[in-house]
């Protein structure tokens, strides 16, 4: 069963850059669509961004087009966010996702905080 571990949250300013990363194991993750989503506080799960299977298609929210990047690296087994020009709005916890079919996995969160 595929496992996923985010780590890379934490708190920043404004204008602030963070790299989230999600480890996989269990298997490989050049077998999955994989994607970020977050929650904020009293809010439901958002999508954030997608990659494709093979990389070559990425897609984003509208509200972090241009400053989030999604990466991966199937060699390391890893899924990254690198997230630029944070705005207080982008605080939430974020979750990394696997997709295949009817199969869909998520790791637990990692918190990112930005102050304005």
């Known amino acids: 069963e595929v496992q996923l571990q985010a780590s890379g949250g934490g708190f920043v300013q404004a204008g602030e850059s963070l790299r989230l990363s999600c480890a996989c194991s269990?298997?490989?993750?050049?077998?999955?669509?994989m994607a970020w989503f977050r929650q904020a506080p009293g809010i439901e799960r958002e999508f954030v961004s997608f990659?494709?299977?093979?990389?070559?298609?990425?897609y984003y929210a509208d509200s972090v087009k241009g400053r989030f990047t999604i990466s991966r690296d199937n060699v390391k087994n890893t899924l990254v966010l690198q997230m630029n020009n944070l705005r207080p709005e982008d605080t939430a916890v974020y979750y990394c996702?696997?997709?295949?079919?009817?199969?869909?996995?998520w790791g637990q969160g990692t918190l990112v905080t930005v102050s304005s």
């Open positions: 990659i494709r299977l093979s990389g070559d298609r990425t």
């Open positions: 996702n696997a997709q295949r079919g009817n199969l869909n996995y």
């Open positions: 269990g298997d490989t993750i050049s077998r999955y669509g």
